[in-house]
T-cell receptor
Framework: ETGVTQTPRHLVMGMTNKKSLKCEQHLGHNAMYWYKQSAKKPLELMFVYNFKEQTENNSVPSRFSPECPNSSHLFLHLHTLQPEDSALYLC????????????FGDGTRLSIL | DQQVKQNSPSLSVQEGRISILNCDYTNSMFDYFLWYKKYPAEGPTFLISISSIKDKNEDGRFTVFLNKSAKHLSLHIVPSQPGDSAVYFCAASELSGSEKLVFGKGTKLTVNP
């Protein structure tokens, strides 16, 4: 059983739709992350939040908009996505500090029509 | 250019034998290394880690070896079990930015009964 829960598990949307991905962690961590995994590519870090503050934006297009209302919840708001944005989106959390492993949710499989 | 490379997309071993998964990196600033295991339809699960001040870390059947001069690390699983069949990801981070994990593409391990 994972301490990081992502919803929905699967999402199909058109390019003009607006949707949101949700992540919730029950591990008491203060850092949260969004990753993207495309087919045949390694996981790519998108955003990092420490104590609700964004500390990393890895050159992600503005059609992806993260939100972190508190240390336990993380959202990824999606609008006007492109077909190449179809991927597995993974959320992770960790304690803040050096050499702390990140714990992942099971991901949202996103398909853009 | 990939900073973390797992050159073997797949590996097949017999139950009870040793599995050796390899990982190479190019960034000499990396000083913390992790292995994750991923089953289908699940998120990556943290397995074992090692910091650059060590050359070996052991946890039960899993041992990670680090060769800093060769920029190479390996994960040994002994004895291998069918339940170990999964995709294994190598990841690395720098001390100054330890939340920024850089992942390899993964190696799919199949342990045959």
């Amino acid at each position: 059983e994972t301490g990081v829960t992502q919803t929905p598990r699967h999402l199909v949307m058109g390019m003009t739709n607006k949707k949101s991905l949700k992540c919730e962690q029950h591990l008491g961590h203060n850092a949260m992350y969004w990753y993207k995994q495309s087919a045949k590519k390694p996981l790519e870090l998108m955003f990092v939040y420490n104590f609700k503050e964004q500390t990393e934006n890895n050159s992600v297009p503005s059609r992806f908009s993260p939100e972190c209302p508190n240390s336990s919840h993380l959202f990824l708001h999606l609008h006007t996505l492109q077909p190449e944005d179809s991927a597995l989106y993974l959320c992770a959390s960790s304690p803040i500090g050096n050499n702390q492993p990140q714990h992942f949710g099971d991901g949202t499989r996103l398909s853009i029509l | 250019d990939q900073q973390v490379k797992q050159n073997s997309p797949s590996l097949s071993v017999q139950e009870g034998r040793i599995s050796i998964l390899n990982c190479d990196y190019t960034n000499s600033m990396f000083d913390y290394f992790l292995w994750y295991k991923k089953y289908p339809a699940e998120g990556p699960t943290f397995l074992i880690s090692i910091s650059s001040i060590k050359d070996k870390n052991e946890d039960g059947r899993f041992t990670v070896f680090l060769n800093k001069s060769a920029k190479h690390l390996s994960l040994h699983i002994v004895p291998s079990q069918p339940g170990d069949s999964a995709v294994y990801f190598c990841a690395a981070s720098e001390l100054s930015g330890s939340e920024k994990l850089v992942f390899g593409k993964g190696t799919k391990l199949t342990v045959n009964p």
